[in-house]
């Protein structure tokens, strides 16, 4: 197994969805599925290019109520391909003779190359081999080559190459019902000497999407000129047909250099003309190829995690690292768009943005900061429809919505299909008001590990303490109890949508948003007591409308919360959990194959998972994640609770058996909360299935509609907390090294603070380097403490220090 | 004199348009004229309002040839309001009686006030206040007040207030003969209880503009309710019209509150819904300027120059500084603008980007660098353009082009307008490439003083490295000489387009293009051999095509370059230059009032400055404006020239005589080179006569077409260099302050490298206080070296340090 490779050499068209997603290749601008390019000749329109940002929305009449649905837009496919020999039929790999097959998805180069020998009905032999690229140095372009030679024939190879314009969402299955027919065609031409077009535009929200396409053919190594036939489809697709003279044993290719440029774009007045421009510039597929390729080695540089030891957890770490800087990247910067739950690899969650950000920017914190603050803009820029938002339902401050898509409105669907029953059921999950604490959290996480002050001033002080305003006005004083109390939401969990015989939807004091608010609303008081000049916190105070008397509540509400928790120490999830059923877990183990997703089980079966003691992922445990222990015992201690290791050991025992990690990011909280209790096979194995979920589908047809970000960054971030124990505080960064003996050795790179720390594990040594960021800084850095087994330890910069172990 | 106020105490309709330019608001998102609102009743549609990079482009038959003119677009004009008493004609100020009149631009408010006593025909007396804001804290914002108070009579006064799209760009007298109308009607309409909205489209360039409206109603400070009529003037013109029954000495007012979004706005789908959305977030009038005058107070507080001793120049250093900040703020971190060499604050130059940012990026560096870095993202994002331009006429690299718009492609006219012959003749000045050593220069500044290395790695380097080709492309060696030459540009000085009897356009060997590619090209080379690490360096070389072969002739270039020197140590402007023939100053002097722009003056006379020694601004002694002695030294010490303090002063003396300043820069740099070179009376005259250029428009009414950021960005620049001594150095800044015995003192805050310096001067006392930005730093700041005087000091953090002078 090579780790920097993942590998596919059998054909299968069962499997082909899967290793699309998989072999997606992108830049942060847009990225492109592995498809086959000639899929897009037969009649599945899947292709699957996305734009970060680009978005649409349709409605549809659905079991008596109109749907507006808000789609990541599937644009027009710019793999378009096919060829066939003599007067033969176009190729079709169903029904020809596959001789061999193998698809590689080189992660340290991004590029995905196949490798096909095929044979006709006539005894034709033909090999073909293909390389992708999505250009990491210059994100508006991507290219491919198409390379036949005839084994044992000569004759004449015809060949269709274009752009196809008339895809529609059709990626995921359980919204076929759905409107989704989202481009309309503006043009399509010829420009240059071998260049074609096609400008489309999103029928709703009005982006203007142009591919453009050139194409150069070489018999050898020579370019050779070939008239290109334009053929126009409608106005929907366009290409270009011409033909080879084709030898035994000679070989042709075919570069296809594109450009997609949009009309939301800066600098851009015409689309149409900026890609036509952008195309010309490139040389042929290599002068693209190779700047890429550097970039990726510069990339890999800050990012690669190396381990040896475990060949499995290698591939995978590097995979997840690989998609999300395909999905979130510098580029980002630029643009305005989030980062969508799936990547830019499906259409499933219609590309929207939810929580899972949580799980993905400590690792991008650690690496390469500018592309959180690029996403955690985002958010910003929605602020004033969060402020909406939270008016519309009551309250002050800015509630940022569960689902959240260009315009940050709630996108979360308000009914939603059970495949399990096939029935359109209510859905609350919009009542996920968490999302609002991770995004603060983000907020503080970026700034304290970046150093970024400015954008706290600028942008960060500004969403936190509008969320702390929102909390605050969410949390009500309970005379009997002289604690304040949340009602009315959901935690992470989502098989509890409220307690059985309440109507509507919503969960009262949920343990994990109680707590949490009191940590936000904390870090908010910390930014006006303690961080911003007074004229600064003037002006923000004035323009959020936050008074004296907001904050005198917030310090009252962080002294005063509700917490539910028992006589055994269990924090109760929410109120009224206790009162719920047990679930027989072994009837149901029994029944059903997987029993993750038990809310489609019970709810299929007509019950639903709200009657039970049952969690679709961590929730109490949650906290355990996010914050330290020191973090956790103040804020227990200020609200007058009792806080230990061991009153968490007994939560972590009570919950643990009562999740069915429905979703995947329980399992890498498990794997944390495991290790930091002491469970640390159990912790290993979390890992494991976490590495597992995407790279195998483990949730059965989930990832071919587009890969999990925050699986994909939690196991990244969970690597460095749990094996090589990386923690940071507000000085320092401390290595507690633990990892499985059958490892042999990690190495990998953070940036702290504008440090750059390189590190080297073995079972018997710890070696670090530490190198400050060359700036131009009045201050000359003379020694770095950072802490290594609980010893601090000062380093000078640029000289290595090893320790033993 | 109020040198926080601009004050006109006297009606005079000739001074109009220029007191509508000086009291602009805006806060870098849109900036609006300071017209009153009755002039949009009279039939000149010439109310102002521009949105930073919003641009459209028209094609008008000139002279037998198509011009395309790409404009800044004057958008819908929200102020919009008149009013009648009882059945009398509508206020039109040019037909009543003026009893007074005082308009207010209250700076450190950022507040426009008017107050005005005036008599109908039937002797009734109206006094009428207006105050209005661009809000400084909501980017989208701005909002009026209009209190009328009949002084001797009861009656009814109705009223008509409203958005008009009727505008066409009609501010700039010889763009007349262009077309000018940019907009096209796309929906107009109410909403909500008082609200009215117009949405228009640029009519090539496709930007949605919506201005919505609130109108709120106070009788005394009791909010009433009125019927509000709604009249829309065909699709172009929305107004509300109502009547007020007034009685004698009782006030009402009326709050006009708008919002402005464009469809090109990150996070809107909508811009129609936005607008709307947002207008009705405010409550009123003082809950948007409450947060508006705090922010103003914070931004003072870091921009503010206090001058004791002369209120002249405090008061014209305060409205720079106030114009710079309407023009450009924070709020360019998030759309796509440049800096307008004419502002927020008309349609001269047509809103168009030059090289003028040379001058105001130093300002802005230091004191808040993050307005600088949004604008060079206006630069970066049109690397494309500049290297398709450079690739157009033969070169490599990126050539920037001399004025530039929404695409970054050359929008300098080919032929212009000669207001004194009344001929149109050809234009020359694209061939100012010195415009892509500015942006070099800016990138390097900006990073060399807010320590933005994040900037450099990702955007910086590569604009520097794009524009180091290009020169090295430029530059051709002469075979006889040995040397380097570079051939066709045109220098800052405007009046020398060719040498006479050549064809074409462009002079050779221009002395400052020649002497600052050297310093480009070394730049550049400094950042490749020791900035960047190895896998970057190689990733951003392979992007760009830079090879081995190119930097060794990079290195090659800054040991050969052309400057011409004759024996007595003058730098010939450019090759020939000596050729020329001198021009009879004492004659134009007496023949016209003004000679500084005596290009027009020549050529309307058949003449040409391109036969004369005669300069419009600073060529050769830009040269001592933005290099240092060292830097300068360096340079012609390595291409094997003499260069000292004497060389400088003597081609001080020889061009200083021979400079018309027909540009406002002319004389902030000849302010600048004269009080380093010791000629200090002279350096104040021109302080003052920079000063004077706007707020008195010197020039003779080109002010009124728009305020120039250039000069304004230099003198605040120029004043903290020259008279307080201010310069900085890679590991310190350095005070050697040096002002006029009449000012008093001078106090100011400087950002360097991540602390700010608050100083103040007296003669006898210099007192600085250090503050780090406050941030998580793993580096504790222990102490702070100053150079006072060119002695060091080691000053310690927070605390004050004060020497006697």
Known sequence: MNRWKLSYDKFDPEEESLREALCTLGNGYFGTRGASPETSASKVHYPGTYIAGVYNTLPTEVSGKTIYNEDFVNCPNWLLFNYRIDDGPWFNRLKVKILSWKMVLNMRKGMLSRRLRWQDQEGRITLVENHRIVSMAHPHCGAMTFSITPENYSGTITIRSGIDGSVINAGVERYKQLNSKHLEPVSLGEFGEDGIFLQKITNQS??????????????????????????????????????????????????????????????????????????????????????????????????????????????????????????????????????????????????????????????????????????????????????????????????????????????????????????????????????????????????????????????????????????????????????????????????????????????????????????????????????????????LLLKIGVREGDLSLWRDIITKMTVIMDKNDIIHQFEGYMDLKELDWDEYKRKYENISRMDRILKAEGDTPDHYKLAKQADVLMLFYVLNYKELSEIFKRLGYPFSKSIMKKNFEYYYCRTSHGSTLSMVVHAYVAELLGYKDLSKDFLVAALESDIYDTQGGTTQEGIHSGVMGGTLDLFLRTFAGLEISEDRICLNPNFPKEWKSIKFSVRYKNIWFSVSLTHKNLTVLAQPVRTASLQKTTEILIEINKEAHKILPGKTHTVAL
Chains 1, 2 share one sequence.
């Open 206 to 539: 009005k982006i203007q999407i142009t591919e453009a396409m050139r194409t150069l053919i070489f018999k050898g190594d020579e370019k050779i000129k070939t008239k290109l036939n334009v053929i126009s489809h409608g106005r929907q697709k366009i290409v270009q047909e011409f033909s080879l003279k084709v030898k035994k044993g000679q070989k042709h290719t075919v570069e296809k250099l594109v450009s997609i440029y949009t009309s939301r774009d800066h600098g851009v007045a015409d689309d149409c003309a900026m890609a036509k421009d952008a195309v010309s510039l490139i040389e042929n597929f290599d002068s693209l190829y190779q700047p890429h390729k550097a970039k990726w080695k510069a990339l890999w540089k800050r990012f690669d995690i190396e381990l040896k030891g475990d060949d499995f957890v290698q591939q995978v770490l590097r995979l997840h690292a690989f998609h999300l800087l395909q999905t979130a990247s510098t580029y980002n910067e630029d643009i305005d768009a989030g980062m969508p739950a799936r990547g830019l690899h499906g259409e499933a969650y219609r590309g929207h943005i939810f929580w899972d950000e949580i799980y993905v920017f400590p690792f991008f914190n650690l690496h390469a900061p500018e592309i959180t603050r690029a996403l955690l803009m985002y958010r910003y820029r929605r602020l004033g429809a969060a402020k909406e938002y939270a008016q519309q339902n009551g309250y002050c401050g800015a509630m940022y919505p569960w689902q959240s898509a260009s315009t940050g409105s709630e996108t979360t669907q308000i009914i939603h299909l059970n495949p399990m029953s096939g029935k359109w059921g209510d859905d609350y999950s919009c009542l996920q008001r968490h999302v609002s604490i991770a995004i603060a959290y983000n907020v503080w996480t970026y700034y304290y590990t970046s150093n970024d002050r400015g954008f706290l001033d600028r942008y960060g002080a500004e969403m936190m303490l509008e969320i702390a305003q929102f909390w605050s006005s969410a949390a009500k004083l309970n005379k009997k109890t002289g604690r304040y109390e949340i009602a009315k939401v959901m935690g992470p969990d989502e098989y509890h949508e409220h307690t059985p015989g309440q109507t509507g939807g919503g969960l009262n004091n949920n343990a994990y948003t109680n707590v949490m608010v009191c940590w936000v609303l904390e870090k908010a008081l910390f930014i006006v007591d303690n961080l911003m000049i007074e004229e600064e916190r003037n002006a």
